[in-house]
């Protein structure tokens, strides 16, 4: 904190420098696996083959086949779905986005995979590529349209469905305490961003007058 004079009259000015940014969250760790991608027919092919299948070489204790059990299918899936470790960023999420959304942002995600996936196949089989040999490129194309179209129409629909739930979200509160303007006005700085930031900077705020307090006395 620096006090300066002015010259202007009997007060000082104190003048000081405050971080303004927001702290986030810290990204968490997180190792799973793409259980996507796992191949039940060949999980079961090397399953019958493995000491699981095999009860000659069952230990007679109950803690060591335990022990085989876990030691063996974490074994089989490290063959087969390797371990991926990926950074996981929490984000807030808006009041209004209940599970309808959820679900809607879900089938969104989805079609636009099977999209990309029939828009792939329609470039090999156009492309004449062997492994697209047996797809007829007429079908495969309009596989890809028509996938798009669908893709499209729930990706506008999910946005239609956004803002239906945000307007009637916030028109609901406002409504509710329009009678109550201290409580109006927080909602107000809640929808347009500003609740969260003074929330935030309450602490700091409590900071400054403490350190304001604590430097006072030195200049007096």
Same mark, same amino acid.
């Given at each position: ?36 991608? %796992?191949?039940?027919?060949? %999980? ?35 063959? %087969? ?41 329609? *470039? ?77 900077? %309450? ?14 006395? *030195?200049?007096?």
């Amino acid at each position: 904190m620096e006090v300066e004079d002015t010259g202007l009259s009997d007060h000082f000015l104190l003048r000081w420098e405050v971080s303004m940014a927001r702290d986030e969250p810290p990204p968490m760790p997180i190792i799973s696996r793409p259980w996507r991608h %796992l191949d039940i027919q060949l %999980l079961r092919s090397v399953l019958s083959t493995s000491r699981l299948c095999r009860p000659e070489v069952w230990p007679s204790d109950t803690d060591e086949l335990a022990v085989l059990y876990a030691d063996e299918l974490n074994s089989l899936l490290d063959r %087969l779905l390797p371990l991926h470790h990926f950074v996981h960023r929490q984000r807030p999420s808006d009041p209004w986005f209940d599970k309808e959304c959820r679900d809607a942002k879900r089938s969104t995600r989805r079609l636009e995979r099977a999209y990309a996936a029939a828009n792939r196949g329609a *470039a090999a089989a156009t492309s004449g590529c062997s492994t697209a040999a047996r797809l007829d490129p007429a079908t495969a194309v309009a596989k890809a349209a028509a996938a798009k179209a669908a893709w499209y129409n729930q990706r506008r629909a999910f946005r239609q469905l956004r803002h239906q739930k945000c307007t009637d979200f916030w028109r609901g509160k406002l409504e509710a305490n329009s009678s109550n303007p201290l409580q109006l006005w927080r909602l107000v700085d809640e929808l347009l961003g500003r609740g969260v930031y003074l929330r935030a900077l %309450l602490s700091t705020s409590k900071r400054l007058v403490s350190l304001s307090l604590r430097k006072l006395p *030195a200049y007096d």
